[in-house]
């Protein structure tokens, strides 16, 4: 056979990305025609790169052949090495965050019957929220990529990573590209951005979407509050439809657009005020004012400000409050018993009631040090060294037991006096005091048997006795004569200990002098 | 104001440290006698010294006696049992600058302590 018709037997079948190179033997070539020589010159030809790999395969072909010299023969003589596509920039987030962000994925799934029973559904949070300086994650450039090269030894060029950039927000990137939270908040995250809210805005309603919410700064609630769930913000809630027995704990303020209807379970606490449409049936503590526009029905709340909410109807339950008291109404048609106690700031209240107490205790020790030190000291002739240094320690209880009175007295009276500064008796009622309404005022407890309608003052005078302003004809009359008042035993009298106290200070001020 | 306290009864040091601390007084360093206190006084140089009379190893006057023969002016107050007038004459001769008679009250301690400082201070 001529060289021409060997060459049309013998062919080299290239891929279509150039990274495989096969040699295709048709039947009719004898064992002496297929020499490496000629099979070389057959890659040349084609401009592949041969290597030692390639004359391997050379040389295994040509076993082949001469093994099955009729049959069509296909085998690969040469590959390439692809390119390796560089990676596009984005965000790596760190551990934590990224821990945060799968567990709220997974929570999103729905949850086996095993983990029905054993997770708690209202703990699981869907925000990543993070604190101030907190690192979130880095910056990562894009990656070159790797060249690859096709049979004919030419360079197949990689793809670039692609840089992508990150629209941060309420972030600071540092040099390294560490990205840090300049603020607490909730971490928004998309492909090309990353912000941190400060204020977490809720768009539905607090429930096993969201879980319950605890969040450093303020929280705003578009629709309401389900049963169960506990909202905590560092700063304000604001709530814009119904809290169901819900738990809010704000920093500042709590207000509700509509109301919170808790069934005895749900509770409010703040530290600054809260204000409310209505409130019903709910354990509230208010660190500074109440301002409820009509209704505060069978709840307990205890406000250490004034209660300011002079169209509001108080029905029921037990109200404390510190400073000036401003209602509606108190009590109902129905003669619902409701409770009512100004000038009251149960904490500091708590507080005097605790130190007071000790008092009787350090002064009863007070007492036994000076009678044995009486008793030694009379009972002793001249002292023998020992003797003496028993006395100065003796000396040295007594006075330690001495300064401790006067020191719990000091609290005391200083417990007191901000009592004093923190409390004011004032009550004013627009329309209408109901029946089987009772007021409490230091010690005094007032029962109304009979309606006494507004607008109305009820202060203290100067003696204690509660007497009561007729706002529209400014008659001033004893609350006595429209209602029962008595004095309770069971009413801390912190004016008589604040007195005490005074006197102790003074005795031992001019016992010092 | 650095002091140092030098009485072989931990309870009286003790006591002597507690008043010092109501008066404002951190800095106090203690000795259990005399030769225990010579070797820490170099290393502390205490403003005021408050030295027991009987203590074992060496006693207070012993050690009153050898301190002020290196320095004159530091104060020191006996606080002792030892009353007869013939000790207080001895001790304020040996160069202690007030007298203590156990048994002292706390707020007798704070007036010596401060009468001394006072008077120290006015004569510098």
């Known amino acids: ?513 | 104001m650095k002091i140092m306290l030098i009485d072989d009864s931990k309870t009286m040091r003790n006591i002597q440290k507690a008043v010092l601390k109501q008066l404002g007084h951190t800095e106090i360093e203690e000795a259990c006698d005399g030769q225990d206190a010579m070797s820490k006084v170099g290393a502390f140089a205490p403003d005021l010294l408050l030295v027991d009379w009987n203590m074992p190893i060496m006693d207070g006057i012993t050690f009153v006696r050898t301190f002020r023969k290196t320095n004159k002016t530091t104060p020191m107050i006996m606080v002792t049992t030892e009353s007869e007038k013939a000790r207080v004459i001895e001790a304020i001769k040996a160069g202690v600058n007030n007298y203590i008679v156990k048994p002292f009250t706390p707020d007798l301690l704070c007036q010596r302590i401060n009468e001394t400082m006072q008077k120290i201070s006015s004569a510098t």
């Open chain 1, 1 to 513: 056979m001529n060289e021409d018709e060997l060459r049309k037997l013998v062919t080299v079948q290239i891929s279509s990305d150039h990274l495989l190179a096969e040699l295709l033997i048709a039947p009719g070539v004898t064992h002496s025609e297929l020499t490496e020589v000629f099979l070389q010159s057959i890659l040349d030809e084609r401009s592949i790169q041969t290597s030692i790999q390639s004359s391997t395969a050379i040389k295994e072909v040509i076993e082949s052949h001469a093994e099955n010299p009729d049959k069509p023969l296909k085998a690969t003589v040469a590959t390439g090495t692809p390119a390796v596509d560089g990676i596009d920039g984005g965000i790596e987030l760190d551990e934590k965050v990224q821990a945060q962000l799968d567990q709220i994925n997974h929570n999103k799934k729905d949850a086996s019957e095993e983990d029905a029973e054993t997770i708690d559904f209202y703990s699981q949070s869907s925000f990543v929220i993070v604190t101030k300086g907190q690192l979130l994650g880095r910056i990562i450039p894009p990656a070159p990529g790797t060249d690859g090269t096709d049979v004919c030894g030419k360079s197949i060029p990689a793809k670039p990573g692609r840089a992508c950039p990150i629209a941060l927000e309420n972030c600071d990137l540092k040099q390294d590209q560490a990205i840090m939270a300049k603020s607490a908040g909730a971490l928004s995250l998309t492909k090309t951005s990353l912000r941190i809210d400060a204020i977490l805005e809720i768009s539905k309603y607090v429930d096993f979407s969201t879980g319950n919410v605890d969040f450093p700064g303020s929280v705003t609630i578009q629709k309401g509050v389900r049963d169960n769930f506990i909202v905590k913000a560092g700063e304000t809630i604001q709530v814009f439809g119904l809290v169901e027995a819900a738990t809010l704990c704000a920093a500042k303020d709590v207000i509700l657009s509509q109301g919170m209807a808790a069934k005895e379970k749900g509770s409010i606490t703040t530290g600054r005020n809260l204000e409310a449409k209505y409130i019903d049936n709910v354990e509230c503590q208010i660190q500074t004012n109440l301002c409820i526009q009509k209704e505060i029905n069978n709840c307990n709340p205890t406000v250490a400000g004034e209660i300011l909410s002079s169209t509001c109807r108080l029905i029921g339950g037990e109200t404390r409050v510190a400073g000036t008291c401003e209602l509606g109404q108190i009590g109902s048609d129905a003669g619902t018993p409701t409770f009512l106690h100004i000038g009251c700031h149960p904490e500091l209240e708590t507080l005097i009631e605790q130190a007071h107490s000790l008092y009787p205790l350090v002064l009863a020790q007070a007492n036994h040090a000076q009678t044995e030190l009486a008793q030694l000291t009379a009972a002793m002739g001249k002292l023998t060294p020992t003797q003496a240094e028993r006395l100065t320690e003796l000396q040295f209880e007594l006075s330690e037991h001495q300064n401790r009175v006067n020191e719990v007295a000091k609290a005391v009276a200083l417990l007191c006096e901000l009592h004093q500064s923190k409390t004011h008796i004032e009550l004013r009622v627009t329309k209408k005091i109901y029946p089987r309404v009772e007021l409490c005022m230091n010690t005094v407890r007032v029962t109304f048997k009979e309606s006494v309608p507004g607008p109305l003052c009820i202060q203290l005078r100067d003696n204690g006795k509660p007497e009561i302003l007729d706002v529209a004809s400014g008659n001033t009359q004893l609350l006595s004569e429209v209602a029962s008042v008595a004095t309770d035993p069971d009413l801390p009298d912190l004016k008589a200990i604040h007195q005490e106290c005074l006197i102790l200070d003074k005795n031992k001020q001019s016992e010092a002098a």
